[in-house]
């Protein structure tokens, strides 16, 4: 799985006080599947039975997820919220989001059999949603301060593999690329979402 935190600003500024934005995969999605119509949920036990309510509350875990113990190696009060949830309003927005959904992949085309996920593109498309609404909020320039200075944690990879490559014997991916070809086509496609959109 290739994952990456990246502190998007030197500035020196308080851990507690930055704000935490995810993406990615099943490894950090904290609940936006349970809004969407998709075979790829976690709303039903086993999972969530370690968590603190000891019920499902979409991650893909027993219990606390990545985000989560991020989250609390950072002082912040809460994990961000799911983009998609409905209780990511007002103050709880200026927090962070986690836009992460399982399933997902580095290419477009991994994870179609679970219907409907949200994919990188939307996931950043999202983000650019979420900078309008805090705009509206505290203003563009605040809304800049807040975004530079956040730390980020993408996790993305491991359904390139299972579930696009390896999922079924001879798949597209696997009759269109040897192993150490794909690995270096992964790797490629992931740059390009790395990539500082300006």
Do not use: C, W
Not at 59 to 64: E, V
Not at 134 to 154: D, F, P, W, Y
């Amino acid at each position: 799985v290739l994952s990456f935190v990246l502190a998007a600003s030197l500035v020196s500024r308080p851990a507690e006080g930055r704000a935490f934005f995810v993406f990615g995969d099943s490894l950090v999605d904290s609940g936006n599947n349970n809004y969407l119509a998709t075979t790829a949920r976690a709303d039903a036990p086993p999972y969530g039975i370690d968590y603190p309510t000891h019920r499902p509350t979409g991650r893909f875990s027993n219990g606390l997820n990545i985000p989560d113990l991020i989250s609390e190696s950072i002082g912040a009060q809460e994990s961000p919220l799911p983009y998609l949830s409905p209780q990511l309003t007002g103050q709880r927005l200026l927090v962070g989001a986690n836009f992460a959904s399982a399933g997902v992949g580095i290419l477009n085309d991994t994870g179609v059999q679970f219907i409907n996920i949200i994919k990188m593109p939307q996931q950043l498309a999202y983000f650019e949603q979420y900078q309008q609404r805090v705009t509206s909020l505290i203003g563009a320039a605040e809304t800049r301060k807040l975004v530079n200075q956040a730390l980020v944690l993408m996790t993305l990879g491991g359904n390139d593999f299972v579930n696009n490559y390896y999922l079924v014997p001879f798949s597209a991916r696997s009759r269109q690329f040897a192993l150490p070809e794909y690995v270096s086509f992964i790797i490629s496609e992931y740059k390009k979402i790395l990539r500082v959109r300006k």
